[in-house]
């Protein structure tokens, strides 16, 4: 894929053109209080030890939102005991979900705790998941990105972004966590779900590392890309002509462009700038309205991935902030 969307120079200076409604933090926070309310102590129980030896793995189950269970792992370096470590809080791509502890053992290796998040209604893709979505009736097009969407109440990814924000303090209530140093991290919708959980959670997250990061600048990714996951909505709207209205006000109650006004952590995101996935402009659009400490990484020939070489940076980046 070449290079399709606004020069480094532009993208340096973009801002997302979409407006932020006004009851934005009351809405969320109305969110976030009723799935307190609705909340169940999370249950941890001792995994496949016969698998991973010394190395400490949970199967955990919590309450997001409406109190649903979300499944998740939590796992430990070999011999931290019971040792307060910093932790790093997971999410996952589109289309898959937790996947197996073995897929997150990078962390533990380096001396983190990790807790990752399965993703409702999702999982089979590419990794699996366990995660049912409670879902809403009405018409949608195939995948998540349409589902609920004429409403930001019975929105699907309003849905996830509570479970990511429940995660991050189910994470920080664990035993052997360090509350005052929790970190989260993703790519694609994993990396969209790390800004939600940054802006929700506030200064009780410290580290916020963003990949490629999807669900950002909603309005101009839908009229830019036509590759999924932003394809479903537009493919949806263009039959759906009647709910193109409310779909797109609904989208500005979860947009992690306008999210990320809020996020306080130390912030460490990627670009590739051929990614005709989550195109460039959408991601500058999140990053360029973070006011914390941040830096963005430049992919200039890179598509919707990172190269492995990243890895080692996030792990410096949590380093030294961590």
């Not at 030896?53 to 939590?74: I, N």
Request: aromatic share 10%; with cysteine; net charge negative.
């Amino acid at each position: 894929m070449p290079w399709f969307d606004l020069s480094e120079r532009e993208l340096a200076l973009y801002r997302t053109e979409t407006a932020e409604p006004d009851n934005l933090d009351l809405w969320w926070k109305s969110r976030l209080e009723e799935a307190r309310g609705g909340a169940l102590p999370p249950v941890l129980t001792p995994y496949a030890a016969d698998a991973y030896g010394p190395l400490a793995v949970w199967d955990v189950e919590f309450s997001g939102y409406g109190g649903d269970r979300v499944r998740g792992w939590y796992i430990r370096p070999a011999g931290s005991g019971v040792e307060s470590l910093p932790t790093v809080v997971c999410f996952i791509g589109y289309g898959g979900g937790r996947g197996l502890p073995s897929e997150h053992t990078l962390l533990p290796a380096a001396g983190y705790a990790v807790f990752v998040m399965d993703t409702r209604g999702q999982g089979g893709r590419w990794t699996v998941g366990t995660t049912p979505d409670s879902g809403f009736a009405g018409p949608e097009y195939p995948g998540v990105m349409t589902r609920g969407i004429a409403s930001p109440e019975t929105y699907y990814v309003t849905r996830l972004m509570v479970d990511a924000a429940r995660a991050v303090e189910v994470a920080a209530s664990l035993d052997g966590v360090d509350e005052t140093r929790i970190a989260v991290s993703g790519g694609s919708q994993g990396g969209g779900l790390a800004l939600a959980a940054a802006a929700l959670n506030g200064e009780a997250v410290k580290v916020c590392h963003a990949d490629v990061p999807f669900l950002c600048d909603f309005q101009r990714a839908i009229t830019i890309t036509d590759a999924e996951p932003y394809s479903e909505i537009s493919k949806f709207l263009a039959q759906q002509v009647d709910l193109i209205p409310a779909a797109l006000d609904t989208l500005r109650y979860v947009d992690g462009a306008l999210l990320s006004r809020r996020i306080t952590a130390t912030s460490l995101l990627s670009v590739g700038l051929m990614d005709d996935v989550c195109p460039p402009s959408t991601v500058y659009a999140a990053y360029n309205e973070i006011t914390a400490p941040k830096e963005m990484v430049v992919f200039p020939f890179t598509g919707h991935a990172t190269p492995r070489v990243h890895d080692e940076r996030k792990l410096r980046h949590l380093r030294a902030n961590l």
